[in-house]
């Protein structure tokens, strides 16, 4: 792993590991915020309709995940997921649009951002192969590995029935020939037969 990764990865996740354990220690406020909208989608996707262990549970997904990216464990995976939780937070807990006294709605405006910030951050985690080939680029290469060892085996196939077909034509030739010579043999050999 490059120094930049050792560094930028805990500096990502801290704030993740902290708003998860927030979240986990304090889910009041954020409860209430979520209440609605939880509301709306927890029995279409058969959750419990208690905000707040639904707000505990994102929280504490949220720390385990930022966790795990900080260390280096899972790292796709974990940011991955880091991406997802974020924005049903910054959605919930920024609402600057709603907001009617502007000194608010100029700090939710920053924080808002922060974390379109902290989406942006995860995203790029996300996608991150830390130099190596991706998944993607993986199954290209695998299908294009088979698709030239096919063709090499084909010709592989041709050069032996090639080679096959040469053989029979040659044995059955060297055949006709021992053939033809074992019979001028024999009416040589016979006494009384005509050359």
């Known amino acids: 792993m490059s120094i930049v990764r050792r560094i930028a990865r805990p ?3 801290a704030s993740f590991v902290a708003a998860g354990l927030d979240a986990v220690l304090h889910p009041t406020a954020r409860a209430q915020a979520a ?12 959750l419990p309709e208690d905000p707040e262990l639904i707000v505990r549970a994102v929280g ?6 930022g966790t795990l990216f900080a260390a280096g464990r899972l790292p796709r995976l974990s940011s991955l997921v880091l ?6 937070a910054t959605y919930l807990e920024y609402p ?10 100029r700090s939710q405006r920053v924080l808002f951002s922060k974390n379109l910030g902290l989406l942006g951050g995860s995203l790029l985690a996300a996608v991150d192969t830390q130099g190596r080939p991706g998944l ?14 096919a063709k090499q085996a084909r ?11 040469t053989s029979v034509t ?10 033809r010579d074992v019979r001028d043999a024999v009416r040589s050999a016979t006494p009384g037969r005509p050359h």
Request: no cysteine.
């Open 11 to 13: 500096l990502l996740a």
């Open 35 to 46: 209440r609605p909208l939880i509301e709306r989608v927890a029995p279409r996707l058969g």
């Open 60 to 65: 504490a997904t949220t720390a385990v995940a």
């Open 83 to 88: 991406a997802l939780a974020v924005v049903p």
């Open 96 to 105: 600057f649009w709603q907001e009617k006294d502007p000194v608010l709605k």
């Open 136 to 149: 993607a680029w993986r199954g290209r290469r695998a299908a294009k590995d088979a698709k030239r060892s």
């Open 155 to 165: 010709r592989a196939a041709e050069r032996a029935a090639h080679d096959t077909r």
């Open 170 to 179: 040659h044995a059955r030739d060297t055949a006709r020939l021992e053939v």
